[in-house]
């Protein structure tokens, strides 16, 4: 149930870093740590899955990490059913349109329902993309135009790494760099 936030050094994803005013770009939920490392479920592309934390850590830039926590911990039965709603949502294709109502998924909404059906918790703040880009003013809106064909889908409702990162509430296990 933890919730562990990279950055991935690709331009697209240092775009949404930037577009979100944070450092973070990737987010995953630790699902077993039963082995010899923790084991971190994620919606990367080009389907959702589970790797290890090592791995799931080297792709971060610069090694960058952060590690929070629910404020409440997490009864067995909680973490049972967090497990059971990653695999309902293990091999769905990437949606590089970021849109928090398609079929498709992507790393914060991933985060986002895993929580809320595994452990009732919210994180996250669902935000249509002309909040998201009127709260960052130095944001290169020429970059999202272009990534959407010329037109920014304005009412598409997201949430971002950077969001689950602010949820109220949650707790600082780590927050650095990775050895």
């Known amino acids: 149930g933890d919730i562990v936030f990279t950055r991935i050094g690709a331009y697209p994803f240092r775009k949404v870093a930037e577009a979100t005013g ?15 490392e923790p084991l971190i479920g994620e919606s990367r592309f080009p ?21 929070m926590r629910l404020p409440t911990p997490l009864t067995r039965a909680q973490q049972i059913a967090i497990v059971a709603a990653a695999a309902q949502r293990e091999r769905v294709f990437y949606d590089t349109g970021f849109d928090a109502h398609s079929r498709r998924q992507f790393c914060s909404r991933y985060v986002r329902e895993v929580l809320q059906q595994g452990a009732g918790a919210d994180v996250g703040r669902i935000e249509t993309f002309r909040q998201l880009l009127a709260n960052a003013p130095t944001a290169d809106v020429g970059f999202w135009r272009a990534w959407y064909f010329g037109n920014i889908p304005w009412q598409r409702e997201t949430v971002t790494p950077a969001s689950v990162l602010h949820t109220p509430g949650l707790q600082a296990v780590f927050d650095g760099v990775a050895i």
Do not use: E, P
Request: hydrophobic share 40%.
């Open 47 to 67: 389907f959702s899955g589970s790797t290890t934390l090592s791995r799931f850590v080297a792709r971060s830039a610069g090694g960058r990490v952060a590690v």
């Open 22 to 36: 944070s450092w973070t770009n990737h987010v995953g939920i630790v699902l077993d740590v039963s082995g010899n």
